[in-house]
């Protein structure tokens, strides 16, 4: 106890401003590193989220781009089965008309 009564307290004391100035540098340099932290944590989230939509907005073009081709070879099968339907109509008018003739 003499010796930090003696020797410790007092030299605390004489350096008491260059501790408190040493603890406000630090204190304030740790601020700025979690503000820095922050700061590239939302540009890494920003960076994240422009990539990502990058990429949903260049499938969605290629799912419609897909979808549309479908929907064109859809429409170009579905003329062949109009076309196909319109052979029948024809066929069964020439058979009424043949039954007719018969009659």
């Not at 260059?18 to 922050?38: C, H, N, R, S, T």
């Not at 979808?67 to 064109?72: A, P, R, V």
Request: aromatic content about 6%.
């Amino acid at each position: 106890m003499k010796v930090y009564k003696g020797i410790i307290h007092p030299m605390l004391i004489s350096r008491e401003r260059e501790i408190d100035d040493m603890i406000q540098l630090a204190q304030d340099y740790g601020y700025m590193q979690v503000f820095k932290l922050g700061s590239k944590s939302c540009q890494l989230c920003q960076q994240n989220y422009h990539a990502r939509r990058k990429v949903a907005d260049t499938n969605t073009m290629m799912m419609s781009h897909q979808l549309m081709k479908n929907i064109s070879l859809s429409n170009i099968s579905d003329a062949g089965t109009i076309q196909s339907n319109e052979d029948t109509d024809e066929i069964l008018r020439m058979r009424r008309f043949s039954l007719d003739k018969n009659v």
